[in-house]
């Protein structure tokens, strides 16, 4: 098997896995010091804004996908729940999002992924209860 194919079927499981529709997450890979990584970005249908899901790091993109997919996994085990309310400048309407994440600092750098951060105002950050 091909990495592209196998790229190709990684992403496929790591979407089913986490039940979103192809346009509501991205695979995006880069070069980071001799490694590649992966930033895998979810993109909520209501609002249309864009979020860090996670990053994985590794020798290729399998390599990464393969973390991704052992990650997704088992996320809900490993980190807490957070509820975020938030706007963009000039926007009215509040926004709610939701992050899992080991601490209130690494949901807040999900929300703020690839953006400036004048661009969103916070207006809470909740721990949720865990079940």
């Known amino acids: 098997m091909t990495d592209e ?5 990684l992403e496929r499981e790591i979407q089913q896995y986490l039940g979103l529709e192809p346009a509501q997450l991205r695979f995006e890979f880069r070069t980071v010091e001799g490694q590649t990584r992966l930033d895998l970005v979810t993109v909520n249908p209501r609002h249309h804004q864009s979020f860090l899901f996670r990053f994985e790091t590794g020798r290729d993109e399998v390599e990464c996908l393969q973390k991704m997919l052992d ?4 996320f ?7 509820t975020l309310q938030w706007r963009t400048r000039g926007d ?6 939701y992050f ?3 601490n209130a600092y690494e949901a807040l750098d999900k929300l ?6 004048n661009a969103i105002t916070v207006f809470s950050v909740v721990l949720n209860p865990s079940s």
């Open 112 to 117: 703020y992924f690839g953006r400036d951060l």
């Open 5 to 9: 194919f196998e790229v190709a079927r």
């Open 76 to 82: 809900r085990d490993t980190e807490s729940s957070y």
């Open 100 to 102: 899992r994440a080991h």
């Open 92 to 97: 009215k309407e509040l926004q709610t999002s």
């Open 71 to 74: 990650y997704v996994k088992r």
